[in-house]
């Protein structure tokens, strides 16, 4: 049954925007490995959606071993949404199943395109991936920031439609034991001919609801047919925020780490 869910799932326009989304934001931050110097023997991959996340980690990291998390009942929810952040473990190639091994500790954990928005205990990610590192282990994340969808914010009555800000991320790494956060960010502009594929796209990220009834759909149509101007496509802006921060080894007794920002001019 689960299977078949699963097929029908992701045989949906929405769910294939989020496979793309993730994959393409796997490739970005892929490219930062080149720079980092490290042989992880484990690596822990969370993400709910890029399916080819494992051969790219493979190529770069041939000899490291693959863990996944399993997808579990509890997690399944009768709602649409909770599909998008219940099934954050799908499946992938990998060769070790994270529910199969107890209090196993990761040299690189790997979170593409992390849910995260207002509703979410994100602190709690932070922690129970600080717990899961090794030290000297390096976390590596990516998700979509506030500015996601700017040109439509108007529409929605939300007053945070996406993640939190880079900054508080980073304030949020530190206080969850990881150091040296190091926190990036790039726009990504996508564009449409099609008014229906621009919405199955806002639905697949959470900002609209997954069914509208045929008179909501209409007069959201008209209205971004108004924000088109006398352009011949839509515009969506994709603010995407990378992240990465290693946990140390517990500081020896007398040491103390000073935040650059917590240096004042002196006048």
Do not use: C
Request: hydrophobic letters at 40%.
């Amino acid at each position: 049954m689960i299977k078949s869910i699963f097929r029908n799932l992701y045989a949906s326009p929405r769910l294939k925007f989020l496979e793309w989304l993730s994959g393409e934001l796997s490739v970005r931050m892929a490219e930062n490995l080149k720079l980092i110097k490290m042989a992880p023997k484990d690596i822990l991959v969370i993400n709910p959606h890029d399916l080819s996340v494992s051969s790219l980690l493979r190529k770069t990291y041939p000899k490291s071993k693959l863990w996944r998390q399993s997808v579990t009942l509890a997690k399944i929810r009768p709602t649409l949404k909770s599909w998008f952040y219940g099934l954050k473990s799908t499946p992938f190639d990998g060769d070790g199943d994270l529910n199969s091994a107890k209090n196993i500790q990761f040299d690189l954990l790997w979170a593409s395109s992390w849910s995260i928005n207002s509703d979410k205990d994100w602190k709690v990610d932070l922690q129970i991936w600080h717990e899961h590192l090794k030290s000297d282990g390096l976390l590596m994340f990516s998700y979509l920031g506030p500015d996601t969808a700017l040109e439509y914010r108007h529409l929605f009555q939300r007053e945070t439609l996406m993640g939190l800000d880079m900054h508080d991320i980073g304030d949020g790494l530190m206080h969850s034991g990881f150091s040296n956060p190091v926190m990036d960010m790039e726009y990504l502009k996508l564009t449409y001919q099609d008014v229906q594929v621009l919405l199955n796209d806002l639905q697949s990220l959470d900002l609209i609801a997954p069914v509208l009834e045929a008179r909501e759909k209409a007069t959201l149509q008209q209205a971004l047919e108004m924000t088109r101007g006398a352009k011949s496509h839509w515009e969506l802006t994709l603010e995407v925020v990378y992240g990465h921060a290693w946990r140390v080894s517990k500081r020896v007794s007398g040491e103390v780490l000073i935040r650059p920002e917590d240096i004042k001019r002196r006048t």
